[in-house]
């Protein structure tokens, strides 16, 4: 069995006293309740160490908690992400669930008689109890304790539930994924559910093309709007930690709050990636969680059929495989598409791992396992570019490139500003700094090349089509001090003798252009 990679909450300020008595989930519940008792949650009991199973069945009862119950883990080890490893179960009425099998004599579910019942629910209390055993049969390496503190609440009568998350990158950004609440123990159960993206500036935006159910109306738009202003209110509670981006899961219509355990630290992006030019952006705009340094991170390719590696890896796959992204110790990027209803426990913990992660509709990049590619994200937009391995092959085509510069210094010979740019610019950018270019062919013949620059002032977008060129500076615009100045830039003559370098021929611009 390989060991798994755990996230980590290092550093992380939580209700520590409750925490330590009564696991994670219940422990930050119980001090929410104290410290702001208008936000409601579910009736609960938990047990206190030492306590039996009976002792608090009968403090249920006594505390006057209905059915249906759900029987929860509560662990410290949930802040580190084992949420979802340990069982939760939610039971029917006896009475309920009794009518639906009385007339069947071979059936032995607990729902058969009240002995059978009881019996049941006592051995969930203690299975939930003794959980972190079944862990570790598995893997021997788990550090958990022997038992951890079982929940037992009264399920709430929200008639949708949901979770969401802090965008840990984006200033007052929430991403939340919404379904129905399952009728009961026979009812069907629903995988259609519905995201939205919650802003400052824009409000409530459901994400359609990550969502396989359309729920919505005035109650799911109220009700998310409430259960979202909760967040920064527990967030700076004292014992919370307002560094931190939480993930917190409820239900409304009506509003209920049910955990909240941390996503990421919050961190401010320090540099801008680029929109990129030529790619439909609805189609290919990612959910992204996590940044980069500017200049990126450079990655292997894996994805669920490749053998685990020391190397640092992004995964590249389909969101249901997104759960093997955990098996590479150097997980630093999850790049998966195909996504519909996230968060769920593997895509948060991908999100928790991974250092950035981009969820897609469709892939804008061609990528295979074994590729290096360099992953650039500002936490709302992401780069995937595919980085060429130098070969002597590709040092000839260096060597090339000075030719080309060469030839470049004679179109421009006559015209010193274009010569000073690329004597004192392009020549730098294009050799020293070696960006990778992203380049869109078909059947074998280019139809899109596109660079990053980090130039002198900002980093600059240049592009080539077979119809035009273009960059995003002042130069090539002829704006500003370049008035009058319009057309070939140091950007531009950069991406000649980068694509000259990857062996294309779209090189020297004509004379008449000058
Ligand atoms: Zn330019």
């Not at 001090?31 to 579910?42: G, H, K, T, V």
């Amino acid at each position: 069995m390989t060991e798994r990679r755990q996230p980590t909450a290092e550093g992380l300020r939580y209700p520590n006293r409750l925490v330590e008595r009564y696991g994670a989930k219940a422990g930050v519940l119980l001090y929410i309740a104290e410290r702001l008792p208008d936000i409601p949650q579910a009736k609960m009991v938990v047990n206190e160490p030492g306590e039996s199973t009976e002792a608090l069945l009968a403090r249920a009862n006594a505390a006057g908690i209905r059915w249906p119950r759900l029987f929860r883990s509560s662990a410290i080890a949930e802040l580190t992400g084992y949420e979802g490893r340990f069982p939760t179960e939610e039971i029917e009425p006896f009475e309920k669930g009794h009518e639906q099998v009385r007339w069947n004599d071979q059936n032995y579910s607990i729902y058969r008689n009240r002995e059978y019942f009881d019996n049941g629910v006592r051995k969930l209390v203690e299975r939930i109890k003794n959980s972190p055993g079944e862990l570790k049969a598995y893997d021997e390496g788990l550090d958990l304790p022997d038992e951890i503190n079982v929940i037992i609440a009264e399920k709430a009568k929200s008639k949708y539930v949901g979770t969401y998350i802090k965008h840990p990158n984006q200033e007052r950004v929430f991403l939340l994924t919404i379904t129905e609440q399952e009728e009961g123990l026979w009812g069907q159960y629903d995988p259609k559910r519905t995201s939205f993206k919650h802003s400052r500036d824009r409000g409530l935006e459901e994400l359609r093309d990550y969502s396989l159910k359309h729920l919505g109306g005035e109650a799911v738009n109220s009700g998310l709007a409430e259960v979202v202003s909760w967040h920064d209110r527990i967030a700076s509670l004292p014992d919370m930690d307002s560094h931190w981006a939480y993930q917190v899961e409820f239900g409304i219509d009506p509003p209920c709050l049910f955990q909240v355990r941390p996503f990421k630290p919050i961190k401010q992006p320090t540099f801008t990636v680029k929109p990129t030019k030529y790619v439909v952006e609805e189609l290919f705009t990612p959910i992204v969680i996590g940044t980069t340094s500017s200049r990126g991170v450079v990655l292997r390719v894996v994805d669920h059929d490749s053998d685990t590696t020391d190397e640092d890896v992004a995964y590249v796959d389909d969101m249901r495989g997104v759960s093997r992204a955990e098996n590479f110790p150097n997980l630093k990027a999850v790049l998966v598409e195909g996504v519909h209803g996230f968060l769920q426990h593997n895509d948060v913990r991908a999100m928790r791992i991974a250092e950035v992660t981009g969820m897609y509709k469709i892939y804008p990049f061609n990528v295979r396992r074994g590729d290096q590619v360099r992953v650039k994200s500002d936490g709302e937009r992401i780069k995937v570019t595919k980085v060429k391995r130098k070969t002597i092959e590709d040092k000839q085509k260096i060597l090339d490139s000075q030719d080309l510069i060469e030839r470049l210094k004679l179109v421009y010979a006559e015209n010193p500003v274009l010569l000073g740019k690329l004597e004192n610019y392009a020549k730098e950018y294009a050799i020293e700094q070696s960006p990778d270019v992203t380049i869109w062919e078909t059947d074998g013949e280019l139809r899109v090349a596109e660079v990053e620059i980090e130039g002198k002032h900002d980093n600059h977008i240049t592009t080539w089509t077979r119809e035009e060129w273009n960059c995003d500076c002042d130069m090539f615009h002829g704006r500003g001090k370049f008035e009058g100045m319009q057309g070939e830039c140091s950007h531009t003559m950069t991406l000649r003798i980068l694509a000259a370098k990857e062996g294309y021929e779209i090189l020297l611009p004509s004379e008449q252009e000058h």
